[in-house]
């Protein structure tokens, strides 16, 4: 009974194990699934590591397995002065680990200078806020939020620094993280070999939201990249007496949120100018749709409880008609379909 | 309790004075009683037993936490619940649980296990129960006001900043300051207990290895703890002083925090794994009858102890510092891995083909190895910079600590429970529940954490109170939230097991498990004096046998050792005595009074409570309320009483076992206690120039723009006049050697009169200087390392005025308690200095 | 502090090895690693931050050259700690007459011989990353 109690929970075990590499389709946020060079090599890293530690501490269990069942051979005359006892001890446990690890600094070490900065022509600046995103191309005046878009195959550089806490930056499928850090600004980069869509997520611990605080990281081949580039940079078409801006202005989305190109400047969430493009809202929270964003105008705290988002008091109708203006502003709602989502 | 103890060698005192030894030992009655008890044994089980109350409670919180997370975006905590609640959780694991619960066993068990009666310090024993339960208490008062720290049990800098958290943090902070009081305080005892107090013949090569590995958590626990006490310090002075010291904003440094939490939260780990390992080798050893690699496995202790020093960057490779010094962490962490090599292959040889029993305390060992093992893998692969920023603070860190913590430390402290709670409750544990806790333990610890590796790799985050369907980690953490439960279940057997042993227990014999060591030699539950003959040590394993093969003792040791020992049998009768020995050879050297039961303990504790919780609800006149009871009690712990110091040089001890009472240098526990006393305050010093010049390093202008440089000559003087009076002690020191009355208090005088000098002037200059701590880092590390000196000195001139006074009237002792004091109080003036001319290097010369 | 007040000791004094290089024996390795770790930080993290790795001489920079002379210097240091060490073992070994050696010294020596190894090793590794930034940090 206990016997096979056991062997079940064993054979879990080695599902589980086994299912990691892969049983399941889509991994969006998994370090085992690399899609850029960075990640790739230290997804390489582990799995030699799993093969050679593995082997080692197999090793100690069936060594402690064997010393606990074995028959007693002959009592030693003296046992505080086992000879043996201690070269057992020296190889198994010193001179052995040392061959397997001092090879493992210096695959460390090569690793970690391989993969420090890269030259590269797009610099991107992140700050993160609780608990957003903030993105902004300095070189291209654009500035957008919760996502990132990159030319596939080539390193992007990123500045990251923080307005209040620390966060850290991290996209499993393309690098490790990188901590932001208020008061200094660290270096990153980030390359994606193949276009598509990655998700990214705070990995430090900032306070009531820190779960929902995601992104994306969006790469495009070069083309596509290069009219993104040009379609956001290119001055907002929206039309401030527009019935659509005159709701966002009067429900004081404009206090917290600009929209370039309008007299709508707030600084302290994000910045909706792309907000048509972004692949989600919320930080990454929920799917972009009208009806999602619908939704987050009018229950933010329900979605993301204690968000600074306040509820949106407007009437049914006027919601609609915010939601149509943010989602059609710009002229680029037809970007997303470019995309083939 | 207090049964007669039936130790190996009879006791031959006759029976009236025996009556009036076990008077004198006896627990005081009553509730006051019960708040005056000093003893080890009483208070080593209220450790224990605390401590396991707060593991019940932070169990709970890691249950509530696994419902939560069962599913993907549950409701059933809300964010913010969930935030207080693995904030309380990490830190009452880490503060509440594992570190008091070790200091509790080692406590009791270490004068059992080293021939002593008692501990050194047995009113420190109460001092450390009584902060750490107090502060304990101001953890989770915060659940009843509301304010519950929600920062993590790291607190990093600036989300623990008053601007992002709230009063809970406060509480965080100033429960946590009582606490690591305590941990200094047991690291204080448990280092001079271990060095002065083992029976005669315990040499360092006869140390059990449980003595070798809580003597190396206590000594790291002296600087670790100390750098936490500097590091949360500074936190509360920018919390509630407004100071700057990792405020970004005005040149403060947020990484500092790190580091100095680091600096501390690493050998954390090993203070708690080290005891831990400690109970691995003491029951192996029993249950193998042999134990091999003694050696081997002590510098193993030794060595782990030391690097565990050097790793605490291996927290920071995501902060983007410079890559070549990740490089050197990423070697010492590595590299401890052999360290733990050595100690697992030495367990596994000791154990070959011994076929031991499998009873419950080496099911435990054996699940510990299992698990440990485990942990420690993914421990050196975390210790490689590219795979950590994968893994870095997702759940396969998660996983990584709980195999290491809960298999290097939970695991052992169960094995050591089923092996000691016979001797501490005189009956034995129910083995088919024991049994019965193992399986449901392992194989519920394994359900819970072993798909966490996994959940890490597929991207989930740390301290995440719910995660995305699309990450698809649904069935991971509804299987680790069901082993969440069964382990929760082992947990639960094991405290019924220990309450129906009551019951249904068989008594306990002196040895049940026929073990080596001395403890076993005593009575089930042991008497409150351990040991009515001190016993004499001939071998490494006193119970196995008489005498080591290899290193037969002398007849002139040996003639010294019956002596002493004879001597102290059953005696002395009127105070509580011990022997003291040599920290290497244990060749006696003296005789220990301690002290008996005592208010004072609870009335600094309670006066340090007063003048946090002051700080607290910022009332900041009730501080100094705090602060005078403090000194009070401490001046009445302190001040050694007349008739006792008379009492002890008429006692015809000395004569009897040829061993001085009242003494000096390394064989008087009390200077002792001051060497380790000052290497607190060297590693605060330490700690607090490190932030000095580490916010130096990252700031772009030294004093910041808009600040003038402090006036060199006036500094100077005034540092120069504290210097100038350490010669005019040691110029007191001769004069007391020599027994010169007029000159003593001369010099002493012009002593006291340059401290005061010294205080005027740095006062003086410190104001003049103007530099405000509240602007800028720069201001508020010039403040308070101005400050220090300034309390040091205060101290000191305290100590001093006592050993002048006392010196008016007993010059003459030279050799006894008044010889002593000057020692210690010169001891401490001499390191006063010291720590203001490293100050003054640092502040005023430093280019 | 020790030597002040003199108890009687009921047994003599031994004159070789002394206390200092006892004790040397047993932690000089620990120290030396200790300093090279410190040292190395302090090369790494505040020269570093002060441009040092910019600064070259002879094809390596002036990181490197730290770097290189403190683990020489630390592996020499610990090599000589363990030769003392040895020699302490030597000198309470067996045969030396147990009246003037006891086996907590000839353990502690034992242990300094064991301890000192390990240190050296661990130094040697520990400087394994500055070959790889011969150049700058």
């Not at chain 2, 006149?621 to 008379?646: E, F, H, T």
Request: charged fraction near 15%.
């Amino acid at each position: 009974m206990r016997n096979g109690f056991t062997r079940s929970v064993i054979l879990v075990f080695v599902g589980l194990l086994l299912c990691s590499v892969g049983c399941q389709g889509e991994r969006v946020q998994s370090s085992l699934h690399p899609e850029g060079p960075a990640a790739e090599s230290v997804a390489r890293l582990w799995w030699v590591m799993l093969t050679v530690l593995g082997l080692y501490t197999l090793g100690v269990f069936v060594l402690a397995t064997i010393a606990v069942f074995r028959r007693p051979t002959q009592e030693p005359k003296q046992p505080t002065n086992d000879r043996e006892g201690r070269r057992f001890i020296l190889i198994g446990g010193a001179i052995l680990p040392t061959i397997i690890l001092v090879p493992t600094l210096a695959y460390t070490v090569h690793t970690t200078s391989s993969l420090r900065m890269r030259d590269t022509g797009l610099t991107i600046r992140v700050v993160g806020h609780r608990w957003w995103w903030e993105v902004e191309y300095p070189d291209h005046r654009i500035l957008t939020a919760n996502e990132l878009v990159i030319p596939m195959g080539e390193p992007v550089k990123l500045e990251l620094s923080s307005a209040d806490v620390i966060h850290s930056f991290w996209v499993p499928q393309l690098h490790g993280k990188m901590d932001m850090i208020p008061g200094t600004t660290t270096k990153f980069w980030l390359q994606a070999d193949r276009e598509g869509i990655y998700r990214g997520q705070c990995a430090e611990y900032c306070g009531l939201q820190h779960a929902h605080m995601a992104f994306v990281v969006k790469s495009l081949p070069p083309d596509k990249f290069v009219r993104w580039l040009e379609n956001s940079a290119s001055a907002t078409t929206v039309t401030e007496d527009g019935r659509g801006f005159q709701l966002f202005k009067k429900h004081g989305c404009s206090v917290c949120h600009a929209i370039q190109g309008t007299e709508a400047k707030g600084w302290s969430g994000p910045d909706l100018t792309l907000i048509a493009t972004r692949e989600t809202l919320a930080a990454g929270t929920i799917e972009n749709t009208p009806q999602n964003l619908l939704q987050w105008l009018v229950t933010p705290q329900s979605i993301k409880p204690g968000v600074n988002m306040p509820a949106t008091e407007a009437s049914a109708e006027e919601l609609q008609m915010i939601v149509d203006f943010l989602l059609k502003q710009n002229g680029s709602s037809t970007e997303r379909g470019d995309d083939d989502e | 309790m207090s049964e007669p103890s039936r130790n190996v060698e009879p006791s031959s005192t006759p029976d009236a004075e025996l009556q009036q030894f076990n008077a004198t030992w006896a627990s005081p009655r009553g509730f006051p009683g019960w708040l005056s008890e000093v003893n080890n044994r009483p208070l080593g089980i209220r450790f224990m037993l605390t401590a396991l109350a707060f593991f019940l409670i932070g169990g709970i919180l890691a249950l509530l936490m696994r419902i939560q997370l069962a599913v993907s975006e549950n409701t059933f905590l809300g964010p913010d619940l969930y935030n207080q609640l693995f904030t309380m959780h990490g830190s009452t694991m880490m503060y509440l649980f594992s570190v008091p619960f070790l200091e509790g066993l080692a406590l009791y068990i270490l004068p059992l296990l080293i021939g002593s009666r008692d501990v050194a310090f047995p009113r420190l024993t109460a001092l450390g129960y009584w902060t750490y339960l107090f502060g304990g208490i101001l953890f989770y008062i915060s659940f009843f006001v509301g304010e519950v720290p929600d920062a993590g049990w790291f607190a990093y800098t600036p989300l623990s900043s008053s601007k992002y958290s709230g009063l809970g943090l406060d509480f965080w902070a100033l429960g946590l300051s009582l606490v690591e009081v305590s941990g200094i305080v047991a690291a204080v005892e448990i280092v001079v207990t271990i060095l002065k107090l083992r029976a005669p013949g315990m040499t360092l090569a006869r140390m059990p290895i449980f003595v070798w590995t809580i003597l190396a958590a206590g000594l790291m626990s002296l600087f670790a703890f100390t750098t936490l006490l500097v590091a949360t310090l500074l936190l509360e002075l920018d919390r509630t002083g407004g100071t700057k010291f990792f405020d970004a904003d005005f040149g403060g440094n947020n990484l500092l925090w790190q580091h100095l939490f680091w600096f501390f939260g690493h050998p954390e780990v090993y203070i708690i794994f080290l005891p831990a390992t400690g109970i691995i080798s003491m029951v192996v050893g029993t249950f193998a009858r042999r134990l091999l690699g003694y050696t081997y496995i002590t510098v193993a202790i030794l060595v782990t102890a030391f690097v565990s020093f050097g790793l605490w960057m291996h927290h920071m490779y995501t902060t983007g510092l410079p890559e070549l010094s990740l490089g050197f962490f990423a070697a010492a962490s590595l590299m401890i891995a052999l360290a733990s090599g050595v100690q697992i292959f030495a367990w596994i040889a000791t154990l070959w083909g011994r076929r031991p029993a499998l009873r419950p305390p080496l099911m435990f060992v054996l699940g510990f190895i299992f698990i440990f093992v485990l942990g420690g893998m993914t421990g050196v692969m975390v210790a490689v910079v590219p795979f950590d920023w994968q893994v870095h603070d997702t759940y396969f860190i998660v996983a990584h600590f709980h195999y290491v913590l809960i298999g290097g430390a939970v695991f052992p402290i169960f094995a050591g429970m089923y092996y000691w709670i016979p001797k501490f409750t005189g009956r034995m544990m129910l083995p088919k529940l024991g049994h019965l806790n193992f399986w449901l333990s392992f194989v519920g610890f394994n359900m819970t954490f072993f798909p966490m590796h996994i959940m890490g790799f597929f991207g989930m985050p740390r301290r995440v109170y719910t995660y995305l369907p699309i990450l698809e980690l649904d069935g991971y953490n509804l299987f680790a939230t069901i082993g969440a439960f069964v382990f929760a279940a082992g947990t639960l057997l094991f405290l019924l097991d220990i309450l129906l042993s009551f019951w249904w227990g068989a008594p306990a014999r002196n040895d049940p498990w026929g073990g080596d060591t001395l403890e076993w030699t005593t009575s089930s539950p042991p008497p409150s004096y351990g040991f009515l003959v001190p016993p004499v040590v001939r071998s490494r394993h006193p119970r196995w046998e008489a005498e080591t093969l290899d290193c037969p003792p002398s007849a002139s040791i040996e003639a010294a050792n019956q002596r002493a020992t004879q001597a102290l049998d059953g005696r002395p009768t009127e105070w509580r005595g011990t022997l003291v020995t040599h920290a290497v050879n244990a060749t006696p050297q003296a005789i220990h009074y301690l002290p008996g039961p005592s208010y004072q303990p609870l009335f600094v504790a309670i006066g340090l409570v007063v003048a946090l919780v002051s700080v607290l609800l910022k009332v900041h006149l009730v501080i100094l309320v705090g602060v005078a009871i403090m000194a009070i009690a401490l001046g009445r712990w302190l001040s050694p009483k007349p008739d006792l110091v008379k009492r002890l040089r008429e006692s015809d001890m000395a004569d009897r076992a040829g061993l001085p009472i009242l003494t000096t240098g390394s064989r008087s526990v009390a200077w002792c206690g001051m060497v380790t006393f000052l290497s607190i305050l060297a590693m605060s010093l330490v700690a607090l120039v490190y932030a000095y010049f580490y916010i130096r390093l990252y700031s772009p202008q030294w004093p910041p723009a808009g600040v003038s440089e402090p006036s060199r000559l006036m500094f100077t003087l005034s540092y120069g006049l504290l210097v100038v009076s350490a010669p005019a002690l040691m110029w007191a020191n001769r004069s007391f050697n020599r027994g010169y009355e007029n000159q003593i208090q001369f010099s002493m005088t012009c002593v006291l009169l340059l401290a005061a000098a010294f205080l005027a002037t740095n006062v003086y200059a410190v104001i003049d200087y103007g530099v405000s701590i509240n602007e800028s880092a720069y201001g508020s590390l010039f403040g308070l390392l101005s400050v220090y000196p300034w309390l040091l000195v205060v101290v000191g001139a305290l100590l001093l005025i006592n050993a002048q006074t006392r010196a008016w009237s007993e010059f003459r002792d030279t050799q006894g308690h008044m010889a002593m004091q000057m020692q210690v109080t010169s001891l401490y003036w001499y390191a006063t200095v010291a720590a203001a001319v490293v100050i003054f290097g640092t502040l005023i010369l430093s280019p | 502090m020790e030597g002040t007040n003199e108890y009687q000791a009921p047994l003599p004094r031994r004159s070789v090895p002394t206390d200092g290089r006892l004790w040397f024996g047993v932690l000089g390795g620990a120290i030396a690693w200790l300093l090279h770790l410190v040292l190395s930080y302090l090369i790494a993290e505040f020269g570093c931050v002060s441009g040092w790795g910019e600064h070259h001489w002879m094809g390596l920079s002036l990181v490197a050259w730290l770097g290189l002379a403190v683990s020489v210097s630390m592996v020499a240091s610990a090599v000589v700690a363990n030769g003392i060490a040895t020699r302490n073992q030597k000198g309470f070994s067996k045969d030396v007459d147990s009246e003037t050696s006891s086996d907590g010294e000839r353990f502690m020596a034992r242990s300094g011989v064991l301890a000192n190894r390990f240190f050296i090793v661990i130094i040697i590794v520990q400087s394994i990353p500055f070959v790889f930034y011969l150049q700058g940090c």
